[in-house]
């Protein structure tokens, strides 16, 4: 059974930064790419990054210099470092595995930016 179980959200003021991480079971972790979604009330889910078994790495121009996406293949988790927040950053934050097929979804955590 497959399982993402992502952690790490929270209340941050703007400016401020929090780290996702995303622990993963049931799948041979290293050879999927592993993304993070996010979705906020009243707007479609969107790519936020992604990084490949290679360890190739994608953002969102929305994001891209402020959040950083790892991997720790040991451990089974993908991480989401995020930085300088900004209050549009705020949604429920998914963790994504894909390989061949539909991907796989965590539940999601809340990230809510605010001061």
């Known amino acids: 059974q497959v399982q993402l179980v992502e952690s790490g959200g929270g209340l941050v003021q703007p400016g401020g930064s929090l780290r996702l991480s995303c622990a993963a079971s049931g799948i041979i972790f290293s050879i999927y790419t592993m993304g993070w979604y996010r979705q906020a009330p009243g707007k479609q889910r969107e790519l936020v990054a992604h990084?490949?078994?290679?360890?190739?790495?994608n953002y969102a121009d929305s994001v891209n210099g402020r959040f950083t996406i790892s991997r720790d293949n040991a451990k089974n988790t993908v991480y989401l470092q995020m930085n300088s927040l900004k209050p549009e950053d705020a949604a429920v934050y998914y963790c994504?595995?894909?390989?061949?097929?539909?991907?796989?979804w965590g539940p999601g955590t809340q990230v809510t930016v605010s001061s």
């Open positions: 990084i490949t078994s290679g360890g190739n790495t």
């Open positions: 994504n595995a894909r390989l061949v097929g539909p991907p796989y």
